[in-house]
Each structure stands twice: as structure tokens, then as C-alpha cells.
């Protein structure tokens, strides 16, 4: 398997210290065993990033799944701001799994994930190189077929 992605490292690391340390660390008012957690993630978080990028397409979205559901809980579907999908855990989502939670999802969407316009999707939809989801928008799995085909063309 490749390296992982020193970025993605960072950021799962960042998000959870952020999220999950660091309200933890507060609740139980300073314990040194945060510490021990925060060694931990750190190694898990190569491992994290190790199996996203190049682990077999099951290992990554399990990898995946788990990391957005408990770094981004809610009662509601997930829905990052677009700038998300331009993180390196965005892109190796977008790459990896698609939109995790959505069959379709926005022009907007679908060019944040793909770094284009709106309009650069609705070209790629209209040419027939981006399928459109029949309630509107494009596939989810189109445009992480399209990151995929993409990658495989530059490497």
C-alpha cells in the first residue's frame, strides 16, 4: 500500500482532537489519560489514511463511514459546506465512496467534489459524461466514478 497522505493524517487528527479530545480532556478535567488517547490517534490516523487511499474499496468505505459518522454526528443527513469536499478527507471520500449519505446530490455539490463550476457540471450532465439523477442533481456515484477514471488518466 502507498504512504498515506501526510494532509489526510493531519486533518483526522486535527478533527478529532477538535471533536473528541478536546471536549473529553474538559469533561474529565484535565486527566493525563487523554494523553495516552491523543498517542493513539495519532498512530491510528496513519493507519486511518493508509487504508482510505489504498486499502481494498470494502476496508475504505468501512474506514470511511466510521470516521463521518462519529466526526460528524447529527440527526440530520450530512451535509459539509462545499469547501469540505476540497480537504484531503473530502476528496478521498468524494474519490473513495462518493457523497457518503446521498444517491444524488447538487451541481454545486458534484463541482465542489470535482473542483469545477456549476456550470462545468451542468455541461458534463448536459454531454451525457455526467449522469443526472432522475429528482435532479447528478449521481453520486457518477462523480466518484469520474474522480476515479480522472485519477487513472493522470497516474
Request: charged content about 20%.
Amino acid at each position: 500500500m502507498p504512504p498515506p497522505d501526510e494532509g489526510l493524517v493531519a486533518q483526522l487528527v486535527s478533527l478529532i482532537d477538535v471533536r473528541l479530545l478536546d471536549p473529553l480532556e474538559i469533561l474529565v478535567d484535565g486527566h493525563p489519560a487523554v494523553d495516552s488517547l491523543r498517542t493513539v490517534v495519532r498512530e491510528r490516523a496513519r493507519s486511518w489514511a493508509t487504508t482510505m487511499v489504498g486499502g481494498d474499496e470494502q476496508a475504505a468505505y468501512g474506514v470511511i463511514v466510521r470516521a463521518i459518522s462519529t466526526l460528524y454526528p447529527g440527526d440530520g443527513p450530512f451535509n459539509p459546506p462545499l469547501v469540505w469536499w476540497r480537504t484531503p478527507l473530502g476528496q478521498i471520500v468524494a474519490r473513495r465512496v462518493g457523497h457518503p449519505t446521498a444517491e444524488a446530490v447538487s451541481y454545486a455539490v458534484a463541482g465542489a467534489m470535482l473542483g469545477i463550476t456549476r456550470q462545468g457540471v451542468h455541461d458534463l450532465a448536459s454531454r451525457g459524461r455526467l449522469a443526472r439523477h432522475p429528482e435532479g442533481g447528478v449521481r453520486s456515484a457518477a462523480v466518484r466514478d469520474r474522480l476515479v477514471q480522472e485519477g487513472t488518466r493522470r497516474a
